[in-house]
């Protein structure tokens, strides 16, 4: 659902965009993106997803971002996550289509498979261009 205002030089739309998160969870995890788009500047708020780990692998988003908050390439950015019960800020990677994907280490990999893993709410902005 979007809502969407107007003044004379910018446009402001707002929404939700409902997805599950999985990857190193035995079930996956609701997590609801919140989003604002102005111009083409997209923002995600994204809640803190956290449950005990038991699969050594990255998460992913499971119902893919709207055309409309697509990037026409790949963005990249950091974030707090936890891994093994450990905190630490690691690589988000949102894809042209659609996908958000959260490493567990710096160099791109995957997350711990015991302990509690998952991350921590942010806010991510990006550009569409």
Known sequence: MADTFYNSTTTLTTGTHSTNWTGIWSASQAGNIRWTLVQNIVTLKIPTTTSTANTA?????????????????????????????????TPYLIGTGGTITIYGTAALGNYLNSGVGGFYATEITYSLA
Do not use: E, F, K
């Open 57 to 89: 692998a990255t998460i992913t988003n499971t119902v893919a971002l709207p055309s409309s908050l697509r990037p026409t390439s790949q963005s990249y950015g950091l974030l707090r996550i936890v891994t093994g019960g450990a905190d630490t800020t």
